[in-house]
């Protein structure tokens, strides 16, 4: 019944919020996932695991820190990382 008047309430919030984050059009945002890491995963030793997630994450590492790039963070087999963005505002 009151669907519509809810709808309504609703879109006026989002036209009244203000952004959270700023628009940086110089910057890149990448994701990089392991294909098929989760099935690979299942069938190998811990051990094994860590070693290729470690051997791939330090390879990037070197990488990301010798083109300037911020690693953002790791979960599981996806790396973030940023590139781009201003110095901060102290």
Known sequence: PN??????????????????ADLFPNTTVMFADIAGFTAWSSVRE?????????TVYKSFDKTAKRRKVFKVET???????????PEPLK
């Open 3 to 20: 669907g519509a008047n809810n709808d309504a309430s609703k879109a006026g919030m989002i036209k009244e919020s203000k952004p959270i």
């Open 46 to 54: 811990p051990s094994q695991v860590f070693t290729l997630l470690e």
């Open 75 to 85: 979960v599981g087999d996806c790396y973030v990382a940023v590139t781009g963005l």
